[in-house]
Nanobody, 124 residues
Framework: QVQLVESGGGSVHAGGSLRLSCSAS????????VGWFRQAPGKEREGIAS????????YLADSVKGRFTISRDNVKKTVTLQMNSLKPEDTAMYYC?????????????????WGQGTQVTVSS
């Protein structure tokens, strides 16, 4: 079975950086899509980044493009979301999840196994 653990959240001031990690196990397809999502208070869950584990193809939502970077390490079986130039609007609970393959759009409904997430809070 697939197991996911998110870590790296915290509280920072605007302009700061955080690195989130998603440790995954129990999958074996090069097509596997690992996505990062966030849900802010009063808002719907939003897909912000994804990576195909096999070839490293990445996707970033417009809201984070130029500030966030997603990457994968298939030896350590981790996916990293490097978040720079953080803004108060980035405050949310952040989740990673896995789908069998990446679709044309990154929608939470395509991902079924949700963990507890890691909280990111950006002040100022």
């Amino acid at each position: 079975q697939v197991q996911l653990v998110e870590s790296g959240g915290g509280s920072v001031h605007a302009g700061g950086s955080l690195r989130l990690s998603c440790s995954a196990s129990g999958y074996g397809s090069s097509r596997t899509c690992v996505g990062w999502f966030r849900q802010a208070p009063g808002k719907e869950r939003e897909g912000i980044a994804s990576v195909i584990t096999g070839d490293g193809t990445t996707y970033l939502a417009d809201s984070v493009k130029g500030r966030f970077t997603i990457s994968r390490d298939n030896v350590k079986k981790t996916v990293t979301l490097q978040m720079n130039s953080l803004k108060p609007e980035d405050t949310a609970m952040y989740y990673c999840n896995i789908a069998a393959y990446c679709r044309d759009v990154l929608r939470p409904e395509y991902f079924s196994l949700w963990g507890q997430g890691t909280q990111v809070t950006v002040s100022s």
